[in-house]
């Protein structure tokens, strides 16, 4: 099976919902930035402060062309991850790419809850992180929206809500899956 790319803003659910579909599919996950971190012994930190945003994203880029070569992956992207270079016409040419698409207000709860997780945002006041999703995610629009599949992932809070949504995103994109997850009800 070719790769299934799971796109979005930070906070909206990529590696949540990417263990949880690899673990009820069997298939392998990959969380790109935790990859490129193996491959370079460091923390995406680190090598934003020793190649600086420019030479973070080449390795990006060629990590997952990379991984886009794999079979029976499930890949999460870094939210900037479809915005540079021609990472979105690679991951569609080589598989299934899905813009998990969560509203404003909750990416906004969300990454509220782990602001101290995120060097990004982590300074940020309630308003500022607001203002910031909303003019990030209209820069990032253009790119988000070339994604193969767009699947609403303002469900992914509890366990009750990711099985839910599991089961929807197989049921939608992965049916030779379906009675996988049937026999595990």
């Known amino acids: 099976m070719r ?12 590696s949540t919902l990417g263990h949880a579909l690899a673990k009820a599919t069997g298939l392998r996950f990959i969380d790109l930035d935790t990859y490129i971190e193996s491959r370079c012994n460091a923390t995406v930190r680190e090598v934003f402060a ?3 945003e420019n030479g973070f994203r080449d390795i990006e880029r060629r990590l997952l062309h990379e991984v886009s070569r794999m079979q ?4 999460a992207c870094g939210g900037g991850t479809p915005c540079f270079f021609d990472n979105m016409d690679t991951m569609n040419a080589s598989g299934l790419t899905v813009y998990l698409q969560a509203s404003h207000r909750k990416l906004h709860s969300r990454l509220l809850e782990s602001r101290d997780k995120r060097p990004l945002i982590s300074a940020m006041t309630d308003r500022q992180l607001l203002d910031y999703i909303t003019a990030t995610l209209d820069s990032r629009a253009a790119h988000y929206i070339k994604a193969g599949a767009t699947f609403c992932a303002d469900r992914l ?6 099985d839910e949504s599991v089961k929807r995103f197989i049921n939608q994109f992965m049916p030779e899956f379906t009675d996988t997850i049937n026999k595990n009800k």
């Open 3 to 14: 790769p299934v790319f799971l796109i979005g803003f930070m906070g909206s659910g990529k």
């Open 72 to 75: 029976d992956t499930i890949v």
């Open 157 to 162: 809070d509890d366990r009750r809500q990711i």
């Open 50 to 52: 020793t190649c600086g």
